[in-house]
């Protein structure tokens, strides 16, 4: 059961403008959500993270958003540098178990 | 640079051999992940230890893989006899959990692609 969907598998955008990535869950109980970002043959590098008590955390370019009533979360980097081309994927845990969703290929354009 | 560690990088094998991947966690951390990505499911979780405890395999074949903690700074992940289904790339991670049980970030090793032919 997929209960962390990201429904855009690749996104494109042009340098210096804003990267926004989507999420959606469905399990309620979650309590602690993640981004991370994967280069080609390594593992994923932690990007930033959110509490479920918090809607918003900033960190430099990032900034994680998470609504609870709509079970949404995103990432959104401004400004988009070509060294963001990744693969972004958000999880969501509650105690140990952390979901994964399928991951979105960003690709910034210079 | 506190990392973790995973060997090896990339194994090729024949089905039917005995695999085993390792993996050592950042020194004092206390949880240790498996997980396996494959291009149709994604990340998948297969084991979870805490303070080297098994605390959670539901994810795993149960008939062909295992996980153990031999201690502090090594974790593997055997798979006997291995199937072409197999063929994926396993990653390790390692955490902090706090008194509650709540997990702190998990930081993922480079993981070993594992073909299996």
């Known amino acids: 059961d997929q209960q962390v969907k990201q429904n855009s598998p690749s996104l494109s955008v042009q340098e210096g403008r804003i990267s926004i990535l989507n999420c959606d869950y469905t399990n309620s109980m979650f309590d602690y959500f993640l981004w991370y970002k994967k280069y080609p043959a390594e593992g994923p590098t932690f990007l930033i993270s959110?509490?479920?008590?918090?809607d918003k955390n900033e960190d430099g370019r990032f900034t994680v958003f998470l609504n609870k009533s709509a079970k949404h979360l995103s990432l959104h980097i401004v400004p988009s540098q070509p060294g963001d081309s990744a693969v972004y994927f958000c999880a969501a845990s509650v105690r140990w178990d952390m979901r994964f969703g399928a991951g979105t290929r960003l690709t910034v354009k210079p | 640079d506190a990392r973790v560690t995973q060997t090896p990088r990339h194994k090729v094998t024949e089905m039917g051999q005995e695999v085993t991947m390792r993996c050592q966690p950042i020194?004092?951390?206390?949880?240790v992940f498996w997980y396996r990505q494959t291009m149709m499911q994604g990340l998948e979780l297969l084991a979870y230890?805490?303070?080297?405890?098994?605390?959670?395999d539901s994810g795993m074949p149960k008939d062909r893989f295992s996980a153990e903690m031999p201690d502090a700074t090594l974790a593997t992940l055997k798979i006997q006899p291995s199937e072409p289904r197999d063929s994926a790339v396993y990653f390790c991670a390692s955490g902090l959990a706090g008194l509650a049980g709540a997990a702190d970030t998990q930081y993922f090793g480079p993981g070993t692609r594992l073909t299996v032919l």
């Open positions: 230890f805490r303070n080297r405890a098994p605390l959670d």
């Open positions: 959110i509490s479920s008590i918090k």
């Open positions: 020194l004092g951390h206390n949880t």
